[in-house]
């Protein structure tokens, strides 16, 4: 009934189509909750977000949809891969609360149809995937990566801290005359070393007036100046090794929810500032990289050994938002050998010094 149909058009089209009919009050609050979205549908965000007349939320469809005399958002997180695949919960709830007619075993070949579909070559055939390292595997590569994943050391990232303590006003007033939302770089007790913002230029369509500021959460530049500071050189860059970013700043395929639990609707636009973090930046030999891109459970290792690290320095997210637990006990970072971490507070002199006058300087003409 529905083969021809992606996730993403089954939830915009059909799954639109039911709610706008009119549901339950008590239904309308479930799919504004999180929890029950998640155990219902498999998505990570509230299936609907009430319009507050601010335009399009991020990981929502453009269209707003009426329901009960309402406004709302219709989630547009739908997913269909091997390892997250929201259509058959989807089909699921269509099949309960719409389309009594489907029945257990079209669900079952709907499902295999579209995988196959997306698997097949241009001669029809089907590909196989390749099977994927066992949890076993996995824990022995996280056992030899950890040993050479180097991290600052707390001295450093409470200095920033403090410093942003100290200043915090001042920089937010700045960041908010810009335009820039501060509590994306500033929550309390951020350890957040630059704004990640840059002047609009020619190549930037959305804003080009002389002062105008956009989000530059890709300027390589920030965390890497914190690094060389410390060494005292004028470019770092360890031979193969490469800079690790940790929890996802940007927008695009952002696994904060995955990855975290914080209050539902809360915390919809990624936090920018986790880019410049110095407690959310490592670095890894280059030749072990992608695990810590991929890998979930070596991915929650290293957070929780950041967590630990800088617990006493500063809050790593904002506190209302709590590290999701290890797949197992043997996954906690106390059963890993670690590199020591690295730097002191004396030589971050040259970088203090340039971080107030980068401020100041932006700020007298007036785009950071």
């Not at 601010?54 to 547009?76: D, H």
């Not at 007790?189 to 959460?217: T, W």
């Not at 100046?225 to 700043?249: E, G, N, T, V």
């Given at each position: 009934?529905?083969?021809?149909?992606?996730?993403?058009?089954?939830?915009?089209?059909?799954?639109?189509?039911?709610?706008?009919?009119?549901?339950?009050?008590?239904?309308?609050?479930?799919?504004?909750?999180?929890?029950?979205?998640?155990?219902?549908?498999?998505?990570?965000?509230?299936?609907?977000?009430?319009?507050?007349?601010?335009?399009?939320p991020?990981?929502?469809?453009?269209?707003?949809?009426?329901?009960?005399?309402?406004?709302?958002?219709?989630?547009?997180?739908?997913?269909?891969t091997?390892?997250?695949?929201?259509?058959?919960?989807?089909?699921?709830?269509?099949?309960?609360?719409?389309?009594?007619?489907?029945?257990?075993?079209?669900?079952?070949?709907?499902?295999?149809?579209?995988?196959?579909?997306?698997?097949?070559?241009?001669?029809?055939?089907?590909?196989?995937?390749?099977?994927?390292p066992?949890?076993?595997?996995?824990?022995?590569?996280?056992?030899?990566?950890?040993?050479?994943?180097?991290f600052?050391?707390?001295?450093?990232?409470?200095?920033?801290?403090?410093?942003?303590?100290?200043?915090?006003?001042?920089?937010?007033?700045?960041?908010?005359e810009?335009?820039?939302?501060?509590?994306?770089?500033?929550?309390?007790?951020?350890?957040?070393?630059?704004?990640?913002?840059?002047?609009?230029?020619?190549g930037?369509?959305?804003?080009?007036?002389?002062?105008?500021?956009?989000?530059?959460?890709?300027?390589?530049?920030?965390?890497?100046?914190?690094?060389?500071?410390?060494?005292?050189?004028?470019?770092?860059?360890?031979?193969?090794?490469?800079?690790?970013?940790?929890?996802?700043?940007k927008?695009?395929?952002?696994?904060?929810?995955?990855?975290?639990?914080?209050?539902?609707?809360?915390?919809?636009?990624?936090?920018?500032?986790?880019?410049?973090?110095?407690?959310?930046?490592?670095?890894?030999?280059?030749?072990?990289?992608?695990?810590?891109?991929?890998?979930?459970?070596?991915?929650?290792?290293?957070?929780q050994?950041?967590?630990?690290?800088?617990?006493?320095?500063?809050?790593?997210?904002?506190?209302?938002?709590?590290?999701?637990?290890?797949?197992?006990?043997?996954?906690?970072?106390?059963?890993?050998?670690?590199?020591?971490?690295?730097?002191?507070?004396?030589?971050?002199?040259?970088?203090?010094?340039?971080?107030?006058?980068?401020?100041?300087?932006?700020?007298?003409?007036?785009?950071?």
């Amino acid at each position: 009934m529905f083969e021809d149909y992606s996730v993403g058009q089954l939830a915009n089209q059909k799954l639109r189509e039911i709610i706008e009919k009119g549901i339950s009050s008590e239904l309308l609050e479930e799919l504004q909750n999180r929890d029950y979205c998640k155990t219902n549908f498999g998505v990570n965000f509230p299936v609907l977000l009430k319009d507050e007349g601010n335009g399009k939320p991020n990981r929502y469809y453009a269209q707003p949809l009426s329901v009960n005399g309402q406004s709302f958002f219709l989630t547009s997180e739908w997913y269909q891969t091997s390892s997250n695949n929201d259509r058959p919960h989807l089909l699921r709830w269509l099949k309960d609360h719409g389309i009594p007619e489907i029945t257990e075993e079209e669900i079952n070949q709907l499902v295999v149809s579209n995988i196959q579909r997306n698997t097949r070559n241009k001669k029809g055939e089907v590909w196989s995937p390749w099977e994927q390292p066992t949890e076993d595997e996995s824990y022995e590569l996280a056992k030899t990566i950890t040993k050479y994943t180097h991290f600052l050391s707390p001295e450093v990232v409470h200095a920033i801290t403090e410093d942003n303590n100290t200043k915090q006003a001042h920089y937010k007033a700045i960041l908010s005359e810009a335009g820039i939302d501060p509590e994306l770089y500033l929550w309390e007790n951020s350890p957040c070393a630059f704004p990640g913002v840059k002047r609009a230029d020619g190549g930037d369509k959305e804003r080009q007036n002389d002062n105008a500021l956009i989000i530059d959460p890709d300027g390589n530049f920030y965390p890497l100046y914190i690094w060389k500071s410390i060494f005292k050189l004028h470019s770092f860059q360890p031979d193969r090794y490469s800079l690790a970013h940790l929890i996802d700043h940007k927008g695009e395929r952002n696994r904060m929810a995955e990855e975290f639990d914080f209050p539902s609707g809360s915390h919809q636009k990624p936090l920018c500032g986790l880019f410049s973090c110095p407690t959310n930046a490592a670095y890894v030999p280059s030749a072990l990289m992608r695990p810590t891109d991929f890998n979930g459970s070596l991915r929650n290792l290293l957070f929780q050994k950041v967590f630990d690290l800088y617990k006493d320095c500063c809050n790593i997210v904002p506190a209302d938002m709590h590290l999701r637990k290890p797949i197992s006990e043997r996954w906690h970072f106390s059963n890993f050998e670690w590199a020591e971490p690295i730097g002191k507070v004396e030589d971050m002199k040259g970088f203090f010094k340039y971080r107030n006058s980068y401020f100041e300087k932006k700020n007298r003409k007036g785009h950071i």
